[in-house]
C-alpha cells in the first residue's frame, strides 16, 4: 500500500518466528513433577453427590434433545406450510373448531 503514510519508530514491529513448523509444541513452563496434588488423598469419593450431579446433567441434555427436536418439527412444518402458500394453492393450514360451540 503505497499510500499508507510513513510509520514512526514507535509504531514498527519485527515479529521474529521460530522455525519447526506448525505442529511444533510451544514451551508452556516445566512439565509437573508430582501429580500428588491433584489426588483424592483419603480415597473417599462422595458417590451420592456424583450421582446427582450426572442425573442433573442428564436431564440437562435430555431437555435440550427435546428442544432441538421440538425447533426441527416447527421448522419443518412451517416449511411445509410455506411451500404448500407459495405454489398458489388455498387451505393450506388446517383451522381448528369446537363443533359444540357452533
Known amino acids: 500500500m503505497a499510500s499508507d503514510p510513513p510509520m514512526s519508530d514507535s ?3 519485527v515479529l521474529r518466528f521460530r522455525r519447526g513448523g506448525a505442529g511444533a509444541p510451544t514451551p508452556q ?10 489426588q483424592n ?3 473417599a469419593d462422595d458417590y451420592h453427590h456424583r450421582m446427582i450431579v450426572n442425573a442433573l446433567v442428564f ?4 431437555a435440550l434433545i427435546g428442544a432441538g427436536l421440538w425447533l426441527a418439527d416447527t421448522m419443518a ?3 411445509k406450510n410455506e ?8 387451505g393450506c393450514t388446517p383451522v381448528e373448531y369446537n363443533r359444540q360451540r357452533w
Do not use: N
Not at 29 to 38: I, K, R, T, W
Open 11 to 13: 509504531e514498527r514491529r
Open 29 to 38: 513452563g516445566p512439565p509437573a513433577s508430582d501429580l500428588s496434588e491433584y
Open 41 to 43: 488423598a483419603d480415597g
Open 59 to 62: 436431564l440437562f441434555v435430555m
Open 77 to 79: 412444518a412451517m416449511r
Open 83 to 90: 411451500d404448500c402458500v407459495l405454489s398458489g394453492r388455498r
